[in-house]
């Protein structure tokens, strides 16, 4: 049984910063391209940033410079490191397996003051 579990969201003020984890089980990890994806309210689901398993990134325009996507193989996790948090940052995250696609439940990131 795959599972994604995501952790780390919260509500943050502007400008501030987060890290999301994502944790992996029932797949081998190492191998897997994996993806940090958001949905705000009323919106489609966009890509934020992706990872390989040799560890190449890539990221949406939007949060360039912002956010780093990382990967622990050792312990199945992804991470998502976001600094200089935006109003228009605020969305559901949720990480996902790329090829063979399996889906997180999600973590609220909230930026307001």
């Known amino acids: 049984q795959v599972q994604l579990v995501e952790s780390g969201g919260g509500l943050v003020q502007p400008g501030g910063s987060l890290r999301l984890s994502c944790t992996a089980s029932g797949i081998i990890f190492s191998v897997y391209v994996m993806g940090w994806y958001r949905q705000a309210p009323g919106k489609q689901r966009e890509l934020v940033a992706t990872i390989t398993s040799g560890s190449i990134t890539n990221y949406a325009d939007s949060v360039k410079g912002r956010f780093t996507i990382s990967r622990d193989n050792a312990k199945n996790t992804v991470y998502l490191q976001m600094n200089s948090l935006k109003p228009e940052d605020t969305a559901v995250y949720y990480c996902?397996?790329?090829?063979?696609?399996?889906w997180g439940q999600g973590t609220q990131v909230t930026v307001s003051s």
């Open positions: 996902r397996t790329i090829g063979r696609s399996y």
